[in-house]
């Protein structure tokens, strides 16, 4: 049986369904029942319980043969953070695999590292070696941004506002890549024992900037350039918002990092290990996407 941590978010959704289509029963594990509800079915079991909480997961992981942590606290309900998601929510399912002897397949990015600007990326890191030293068997999936992600935010901003909103000068080429792509490398990782104690990096086939990407989304429409919030606007929220409001001021810190840090990505190594990977490119990912 294979628990996936947040197998009611977009990979992990994704991931779940895959699963289930080739017969292997699945445990997912969600805050709330209500939100993993759309995978019902006579393989999926649903546990309710929270990665902050140990003993939350100690029970959801017995039994599991795999456990996949698909979780993140960069925003979302809840309260959550990257420390007390991405680190210790991380810390307690790797405790919890290395003491029932099951294998964990950790969600990372791609740039996690203990000096990162951006905390996600710390707390990603801290994560992905509290499990290597653990002594478990593992393997960590690092990724780029998921194009679905910032289609989906674009296309918001552009409902709301008539533009499309670019956080910075929007001129930083960024690699994305999509969902789907990265489901798919899970799903093969999960089946190879050749890819245990390995870090595998996965990236799609284009550097954009968020301004190309923001052109891309809306050439449907009517040529309109879109709205940049200033860097100026960025620190301040960065900063300001801290005390009051850490979800805002940790996505103005990001999206100040987003248009300054390398982020660029050669998608050559996951091509090397894995021939037949697919990496769609932005206008396959729109077409699929479209309204
Ligand atoms: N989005 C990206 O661009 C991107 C890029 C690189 C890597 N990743 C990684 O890929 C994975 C999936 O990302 P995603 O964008 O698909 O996520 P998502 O759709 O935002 O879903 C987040 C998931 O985390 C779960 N979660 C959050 N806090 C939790 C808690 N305290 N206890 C239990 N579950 C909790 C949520 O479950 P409930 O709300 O149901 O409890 C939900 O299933 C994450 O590890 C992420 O860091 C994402």
Known sequence: ??????????????????????????????????????????????????????????????????????????????????????????????????????????????????????????????????????????????????????????????DRAGRVMVFGRGENPINFVSVNDVAALVDRVIADPGARGQTIEIGGPENLTLTELAKAIQSAGPAVAPRHIPCAALTAMSLLLRPFWPERARQGAAALAMDTIDLRFDRSAVGARYPDQPLTPLADVLARCAR
Request: hydrophobic letters at 50%; glycine letters at 10%.
């Open 1 to 158: 049986m294979i628990l996936v941590a947040g197998g009611s978010g977009r990979l992990g959704t994704l991931l779940v369904q895959r699963l289930v289509a080739r017969g292997m029963p699945v445990r997912v594990l969600t805050r709330s029942r209500a939100r993993a509800a759309h995978l019902a079915g006579a393989l999926v079991e649903i546990v309710e319980g929270d990665v902050r909480v140990a003993a939350d997961v100690q029970r959801a992981v017995d039994s599991a043969d795999v456990v996949v942590s698909a979780v993140h606290g960069f925003a979302g309900p809840g309260g959550v953070s990257p420390a007390s998601v991405d680190r210790d929510g991380n810390r307690h399912l790797v405790d919890a695999a290395a003491r029932t002897g099951a294998t964990v397949i950790l969600m990372s990015v791609v740039g996690a590292a203990a000096d990162s600007p951006m905390e996600l990326f710390r707390m990603k890191y801290a994560a992905e070696q509290y499990l290597r030293a653990r002594g478990t068997a593992w393997t960590i999936v690092r990724s780029t941004a998921f194009l679905e992600v910032w289609i989906a935010l674009m296309r918001e901003t552009m």
